[in-house]
């Protein structure tokens, strides 16, 4: 069975630090790009970050650049959105996607997790 599977939200404070994972079963998640997305209430779907199958070259959108940072462990079948600096804005539910093309495009991705929610708050 193709899925991805989230692991690592939470309830965090200002400053803090979350460390998203994603875990693939049924496929090969180096043979993919992989964007990270995010949805607060009432707001559409944002891109965050992706990461390139192949030459591995990174994106983040402005938003969170210097702050997070996407990363692939191949042995592990699995890849990261590591969180830091987390203010309250960045508060929704986080998804990860699989697709053949690293984009901001949501709709452009095949594979996606089941969404895990980030809340930072005092």
Not at 20 to 41: H, K, V
């Amino acid at each position: 069975q193709v899925q991805l599977v989230q692991s690592g939200g939470g309830l965090v404070q200002p400053g803090g630090s979350l460390r998203l994972s994603c875990a693939a079963s049924g496929f090969t998640l180096d043979y993919y790009a992989i964007g990270w997305f995010r949805q607060a209430p009432g707001r559409e779907r944002e891109g965050v970050s992706w990461l390139s199958k192949g030459d591995g070259s990174t994106y983040a959108a402005d938003s969170v650049k210097g702050r997070f940072t996407i990363s692939r462990d191949n042995a592990k079948n699995t890849v990261y959105l590591q969180m830091n600096s987390l203010k309250p804005e960045d508060t929704a539910v986080y998804y990860c996607a699989a697709g053949r093309i690293a984009t901001m495009i949501w709709g452009m991705y095949n594979y996606w997790g089941q969404g895990t929610q980030v809340t930072v708050s005092s």
